[in-house]
């Protein structure tokens, strides 16, 4: 069982930059593969981006590459999303999940557990 809890989000104009963690409890944080994900309000949860178990590899949704940064840190059991440039149309919910698995995967349901979420809100 993992336990996620993101925090960092808040309000934020357009061009600035924001930094999600997300704190996961249990000792096997490093076994697991870690997403985020958001979801605007009426619309579905989208991917944004995905990092391995060791941090070597990472991938990104189209619509943030280059302008976001997934990264973590398994001694704390902590993975992070650094948000910059930011636009309006990334005002979302922010959800960090967790994927047993051990490929990089931007489909949600292949996640085992998820946090609560942190709202960011980008202001033009």
């Known amino acids: 069982q993992v336990q996620l809890v993101e925090s960092g989000g808040g309000l934020v104009q357009a061009g600035g930059s924001l930094r999600l963690s997300c704190a996961a409890s249990?000792?096997?944080?490093?076994?697991?593969?870690m997403g985020w994900f958001r979801q605007a309000p009426g619309k579905e949860r989208e991917f944004v981006a995905a990092?391995?178990?060791?941090?070597?590899?990472?991938y990104y949704a189209d619509s943030v590459k280059g302008r976001f940064t997934i990264s973590r840190d398994n001694a704390k059991n902590t993975v992070y999303l650094q948000l910059n440039k930011l636009k309006p149309e990334d005002t979302a919910v922010y959800y960090c999940?967790?994927?047993?698995?051990?490929?990089?995967?931007?489909?949600?349901?292949?996640?085992?557990?998820w946090g609560q979420g942190t709202q960011v809100t980008v202001s033009s």
């Open positions: 999940a967790a994927d047993s698995g051990s490929g990089l995967s931007d489909y949600a349901p292949a996640y085992d557990y």
């Open positions: 990092i391995s178990w060791t941090g070597g590899r990472t």
């Open positions: 249990g000792r096997t944080f490093s076994s697991y593969v």
